[in-house]
């Protein structure tokens, strides 16, 4: 266990084996740290939170000469409420921040300038790309990819292993980056595929498997390749 | 290297740098334990047993308020059969039975109260959620997604990133929730996507990329988006 | 940290806390390794490389009798060329051949006999089969899954959890093993689902989740399930 000593840590708060805190991170009271895990430099914990063991918070983007997005300047601190829950084998990164009763299962790779409001759930190999925000009550189930610029909004929730896209013409430079706007309680089926700067409009339903290429009214049901209404 | 006094370790087995072997825990003889290891508390594990770096075994389930399922009691601790191989990166929850000569490769996340037969393959990064029955001899390959309450029967075979779901009205609260059955020697192509509650008949043939929405009867082949029987 | 005496290090190259070195291992000069990494035998590293935390370099591969595929003799070293990256939590075996300004993200799961191009990029949660060949400035997309027995040529683009198989009898031991063969600056959308021993075109497209059962012709784009041709 190495704490750097610039470290501020509470009361009642336990750290595990070969654990490894960087300097200036803040961490709040009764919180349990697993074996194994990395605090980088800055991140802030607030209190009674627990994080599963070989998981590494903080940690800042890597960058090389082909990829379009580079991050500019200095990203903020990552910082996560009280009552969150973080799993064990999990990767979050600088500059977003998780809101008080988040849970993030294990292997889950969230990256910076994002936001996840409060008592959402993200399930287990969850991806989450830069630049997105995810609103309160939301539930993402297992290995779901949320593309970067994407909106998430309350209650919206997604099944298993959906997958979306942020980029039409697929990286020959034409167009903006864009992924989809989910709206309040929307309902994705597993391995549904959702198609660049689409909205899924509120109470709509998208069936597992549909491939959606347009943007989908309020209280609609949508299903099929390519997603068309259907009568409920 | 911290193992607890209470562990029973069997004879000729090898335990990698810094790895972590708590109370309660057994380990038959000719094992070989990776470095940066977690077994967890009371694990119980067979003879002639290989397993990776980094690798959790025994994690106790997580849960907040929001979950549906929360895990009643104790769980049983995880047990590991013979002749057992385990990836790197894995996490294995108490509460699990992996039979003997069974094949876990990397990065696997397996929740509790899942039964694996014997002989059966998981590939790289295959997810299983809990209440779930695989049979003997069967093959999930990597990435594939199994869900709650699932059964899978003898020698089935189910192709790289297949997803499934198991609760028809997505969180809302209604029906039941079940996952597929899958009959034994059914054969499921990749990036399949299974609706909640059908049943794949034996024998059977579904399609890459298919999208099955009802039951499959024994020996069909079906393919397409709804799934439709062709004639091979 | 353990280093192997028989490790060769360059100069200005730091290693992280709790990392492994093991004997044969050839560094070069500028190298960051992260924490608790493990450097297994014989690996060979370029100059000016970053290696993120909890990576596994130089594996060697598992297997049970149930396994088709079972690597012969011994494998070559894993080669990382200059100036690459590595992300934390990858898993890159022994046999494979990374080139210079290669970018690999976190949680990458990389097999044996793997060719990967210069200035090539693979995202976070790809995984990728033995046997497989992939150009330079290939772009591939998080979570997508790579097979067996496959050619990705130059300056490809592959969005998103897109997914291949590489055996038309799904493990009946009938027909061979062959992955698609993906020409020259073709596109793929995201969670598109190619079927086994397919060419996809020269700068031909292939539809976010479409399923791909024939040979697509080069500059043409192709949507839907099956896919066909549409004019754009």
Avoid: W
């Avoid at 379009?68 to 064990?88: C, D, F, H, Q, Y």
């Avoid at 600088?94 to 399930?123: C, F, K, P, W, Y």
Wanted: with cysteine; glycine share 12%; aromatic share 4%.
């Amino acid at each position: 266990m190495h704490i750097h000593q610039s470290a501020k840590i509470g009361s009642d708060t336990k750290i595990g084996e070969y654990t490894i805190i960087e300097d200036g991170v803040i961490i709040g009271d009764h919180v349990e740290i697993g074996h194994y895990c990395m605090i980088k430099k800055d991140t802030v914990i607030g209190s009674d939170v627990k994080i599963g063991d070989l998981t590494i918070l903080g940690k800042s983007p890597n960058s090389n000469k082909k990829m379009a997005r580079k991050p500019k300047g200095t990203l903020p601190p990552l910082e996560i409420g009280n009552n969150v829950i973080i799993g064990s084998h999990a990767i979050l990164y600088r500059g977003s921040i998780v809101n008080d009763g988040v849970l993030i299962a294990d292997q889950v790779s969230m990256r910076e300038q994002i936001n996840i409001g409060t008592h959402t759930i993200l399930g287990r190999q969850v991806m989450v790309e830069p630049n997105t925000s995810i609103g309160s009550y939301v539930t993402i189930q297992t290995g779901s990819y949320i593309t970067a610029d994407t909106t998430i909004e309350e209650r919206v929730f997604i099944g298993p292993c959906c997958s979306m896209s942020n980029d039409k013409y697929m990286a020959t430079g034409r167009g903006i980056h864009k992924g989809p706007t989910i709206k309040e309680q929307a309902k994705i089926g597993n391995n549904a595929t959702l198609l660049p700067d689409i909205v899924i409009g509120k109470q709509s339903v998208v069936g597992a498997g549909a491939v959606v290429t347009r943007d989908v009214p309020d209280n609609m049901t949508v299903v099929g390749s390519p997603a068309r209404e259907i009568k409920m």
